[in-house]
């Protein structure tokens, strides 16, 4: 993973494991449950744009890679990661 990547994706996940812990106080709490609902909204965004960085940088690096490389099998190997993930299908 490129260097700026892994930083901004620490970062996230730091942030990330802040709400969640937030929403475990708020239930703890006994907080409003759409106030809670909110809050696991946030979390699934976050995660959401986590995992819209990394599929780029894999993208960028491991795939452009592949797509350059004279080896055929390993460009189909990257082609079905992305399909099965993607996709939602198992690899």
Do not use: F, W
């Not at 942030?15 to 106080?25: L, S």
């Not at 452009?64 to 099965?84: F, G, H, P, W, Y």
Request: net charge positive.
């Amino acid at each position: 993973m490129n260097p700026n990547t892994n930083t901004a994706a620490l970062k996230r996940l730091a942030r990330i494991e802040g709400q969640v812990r937030g929403v475990a106080k708020m239930i703890e709490d006994d907080r409003y449950c759409i106030d809670v609902v909110r809050q696991i909204q946030a979390i699934k965004s976050a995660l959401t744009s986590l995992e819209g960085l990394v599929l780029n940088d894999h993208l960028d690096s491991c795939v452009e890679t592949a797509l350059k490389s004279d080896d055929i099998e390993q460009r189909r190997e990257k082609v079905q990661e992305l399909v099965a993930v993607l996709g939602g299908r198992k690899k």
